[in-house]
């Protein structure tokens, strides 16, 4: 990384004078993350994907997660929000896109120091940020709608690898896609406040007491198919072992700040298809279509290998899943 970058960055933003070089914090799959240390104190600055800031409407995206942001400051809610400079968050820099935030000594958790108690606290603070904004209405979805023959076809020479994973796999992706597609269309008519993106990666933890990070995927959605998603991501599914456990706690939890719960969990089973979204990302960045360089092709192709994972193993232990589920609610 150009260090010119961040000393115009420290400049305008008047963070101090820089002291050492940025440090690459590991973590993210699509934007990059650096510590910078100045004389006024430590940061982080997250270098927003050139990519990614060219899709339609991401301004209008971000935006509306910075002020649900600031609503979950006011509500108490412990997250750590971006910096304001001039009156803004988001700051461009020789066409670079980036926010500041103060560094947090915090650290989050791998799967094997998750317990009870941290999905507990989590699954309550799920709970109380889709209590900020309520209400019985439908957001339209558009269907997940993806060709995986084109990719199959257009992998063989660019990538076999991933062409053979998809080949392999397709008439699990497209059977995924077409049950996902209808079941979202029977999951309770309610839209709330949704974080989106709050994964065991970003909770830092300081004396048991967590910290919610990147918060760019604040949004508007559905609470049920959240507390179904995130609730298996702090249990372990994400390594293809799921901890029943903690997953009870995490649900348990949410439901009894919450209030209510009135869905189908064979629905929201089977409306779960984020998974092919991200999996088609990351083929797109194997395959060169949406991707910066050599190295984020290589991250692309890593992650279709281990996205295709889950997608199986999901798909292996839905039996055990709901009936689980049923079990508990």
């Known amino acids: 990384m ?8 420290c400049n305008y933003c008047e963070l101090g004078l820089p002291v050492g070089k940025p440090k690459r914090i590991s973590g993210g799959y699509m934007h990059k993350m650096y510590r910078i240390q100045t004389s006024n104190g430590d940061y982080a600055v997250k270098l927003l994907n050139p990519v990614i800031m060219q899709r339609k409407d991401v301004m209008k995206n971000y ?36 926010y500041v935030f103060d560094w947090i000594n915090g650290k989050s958790l791998n799967q094997k120091k998750i317990k009870r108690e941290h999905c507990e606290t989590i699954g309550k603070i799920l709970a109380q940020i889709h209590k900020l904004e309520c209400s019985e209405e439908y957001i339209e979805k558009n269907d997940v709608v993806i060709d995986w023959d084109f990719y199959i076809a257009k992998a063989k020479d660019i990538c076999p690898k991933v062409s053979k994973v998809l080949s392999v796999n397709k008439e699990l992706l497209y059977k995924s896609m077409e049950k996902g597609n209808l079941a979202y269309k029977e999951i309770p008519k309610i839209v709330c406040v949704s974080n989106g993106d709050m994964d065991s990666k970003n909770v830092l933890w ?16 559905n609470p049920f198919t959240e507390l179904f998603q995130l609730s298996l991501c702090w249990c ?9 456990d903690l997953l009870g706690a995490f649900i348990k939890s949410y439901i009894k700040e919450y209030g209510s719960f009135n869905a189908d969990w064979e629905d929201l089973y089977y409306s ?58």
């Open 2 to 9: 150009n260090n010119n970058l961040f000393n115009k960055i």
């Open 63 to 98: 935006a509306l997660a910075e002020s649900l942001e600031a609503k979950c400051q006011l509500s108490d809610i412990p997250v750590v929000p971006a910096l304001e400079f001039n009156g803004k968050k988001m700051q461009c820099i020789d066409n670079q896109h980036f």
């Open 206 to 221: 300081i004396d048991d007491k967590p910290q919610i990070i990147d918060l760019e995927c604040l949004n508007y959605g």
């Open 236 to 244: 372990g599914y994400e390594h293809c072992k799921i901890n029943y």
């Open 272 to 329: 779960n298809i984020g998974r092919l979204e991200w999996l088609e990302y990351n083929v797109k960045r194997a395959l060169l279509i949406e991707c910066q360089d050599k190295a984020e092709q290589k991250l692309g192709i890593n992650q279709v290998k281990e996205t295709m994972k889950h997608i199986i193993y999901y798909e292996n232990e839905k039996d055990t899943l709901l009936s689980f589920l049923k079990s508990i609610v």
